[in-house]
């Protein structure tokens, strides 16, 4: 009998993940896949962390890996999941997050005007499937949450999928950022399928709580960092003020054609037609492009891409309420001033807007605690628990990113 091919990847999170099926490896192998070695999982948190240069395909196989273990732990209790569809769920784990673009969140629907990574991540599993000959059918009906069994669908995307639970190990180990830290291991041994449900065991309760904070801080003290903020938003704007420029008819080259091709369009477009040109995108073609752009006669594009190339950032305050327009005015001004720009120039280096986090939102969907005599509650719920209403609200901060008068 001929011996199963299969590959071993060593990680740094976990130690060796291991892809065992004909399908997995034929995925992985696939260019569409390969991207993601090309593409940012933290997009500029490595401005502040600079051990936070771990990529997309990190995060997919870390996350596989993760679902794995999470299906073996669910047989144990006897929950019966077969082949199929343990192949399905990996699968589906795997893809993910397959349509992100450059950048990430940082650059959601900015490069294709209008379009979410989850649309993209489906077109690409249908095109994978039709190459596969039918074999991603059931990751897809879990993907899509048309599988009747809905816990698989809760294990790709939930209050407790393998993609959080992946991330913020993934992304606390290579920040260094020890808050993060969650005990993945123990609550993928509490996890439990009732009632059709994913659910956890009444003895995990803790673990989840540490779970949901750590979400919280890796939030704040990462994701939303100022720094993170200031960098994400001024590449946002860069690609704006090309776009307007090519609008006007100005010349502006990036350093790929893909990458031009998706500048140029000025609608939007039909992304089955350009998948193909979608999946040759990565950081690569946006960040040669912006030091191409360094050199632009547009002093606007100039300047945002040195700075931020050079890592002088937009100067960036966070606070419990808006921002007066009269200071936003002021510091238009003064970048105008300075710049020698126009006051309706001044506002790519200027701008508002706010960030968002909820640490829990029931409404998204429930974390249901399974308790020994067979009641079920959500863990908001749960006597003495401290996630409770006041952090299940949103937690809502401005911000307004101007340029410092000491950047010359």
């Known amino acids: 009998m001929a011996q199963l091919s299969r590959k071993i990847i060593n990680d740094p999170v976990y130690g060796f993940i291991t892809l065992d099926h004909p399908v997995l490896l034929a995925i992985v192998a696939h260019p569409y896949y390969q991207r993601l070695r090309r593409i940012h999982q933290m997009a500029f948190a490595h401005m502040v962390y ?33 082949e199929d569809e343990e192949l ?65 669908h809760q294990l790709v995307s939930g209050q407790l999928d393998m993609d959080r639970m992946d991330y913020l190990t993934r992304d606390s180990f290579f920040t260094g950022v020890s808050e993060g830290v ?13 009632q059709g449900e994913l659910m956890v065991e009444e003895k995990a309760i803790y673990s989840i709580e540490k779970f949901l904070v750590a979400r919280r801080l890796m939030y704040w003290q990462v ?38 091709f998706f500048l140029n369009q000025e609608s939007d477009i039909s992304q ?12 690569i073609d946006v960040m040669g492009s912006v030091k191409n752009w360094m050199f632009h ?15 002088q950032l937009l100067k960036v305050k966070f606070q419990a309420t808006p921002f007066e327009q009269a200071f936003v005015e002021e510091k238009k001004a003064e970048a ?43 863990i908001a719920h749960v006597d003495n628990a401290l996630i409770h209403q006041t952090l299940a609200s949103t937690v809502k901060k401005f911000y307004i990113c101007y340029l410092s008068i000491n950047h010359q």
């Open 88 to 152: 399905g769920v990996k699968i589906a784990i795997l893809l993910h997050d397959i349509g992100h673009g450059p950048f990430s969140h940082a650059l959601e629907r900015v490069v294709i005007r209008g379009v979410n990574h989850e649309t993209l991540s489906l077109l690409i599993m249908q095109v994978l499937n039709k190459e596969l000959e039918g074999q991603l059918e059931t990751a897809i009906r879990i993907f899509t949450n048309d599988y009747p069994r809905h816990f698989l």
């Open 223 to 260: 994701y939303l960092h100022k720094t993170v903020v200031s960098a994400e938003k001024m590449l946002v704007r860069i690609l704006e003020r090309v776009r307007e420029l090519i609008s006007r008819g100005v010349s502006v080259s990036g350093c790929s054609p893909v990458l031009d």
């Open 297 to 311: 006669p547009d002093i606007v594009l100039s300047r945002l891409s040195r700075q931020l190339i050079d890592r």
């Open 336 to 378: 105008a001033e300075k710049l020698g720009i126009t006051k309706e120039e001044a506002r790519y280096f200027v701008f508002t807007g706010d960030a968002v986090n909820t640490t829990y939102n029931p409404k998204d969907e429930k974390i249901n605690i399974l308790f020994k005599d067979g009641s079920i509650k959500d």
């Open 50 to 82: 600079p051990g936070a240069v771990h990529t997309r395909l990190h995060h997919s196989l870390g996350a596989y890996h993760l679902m794995g273990e999470a299906v073996v732990e669910l047989r144990k209790k006897g929950v019966e999941i077969s």
């Open 272 to 283: 089955e037609n350009n998948l193909d040109k979608f999946c040759l995108l990565d950081d």
């Open 182 to 194: 969650i005990g993945y291991d123990r609550i993928l041994k509490m996890l439990t399928v009732h």
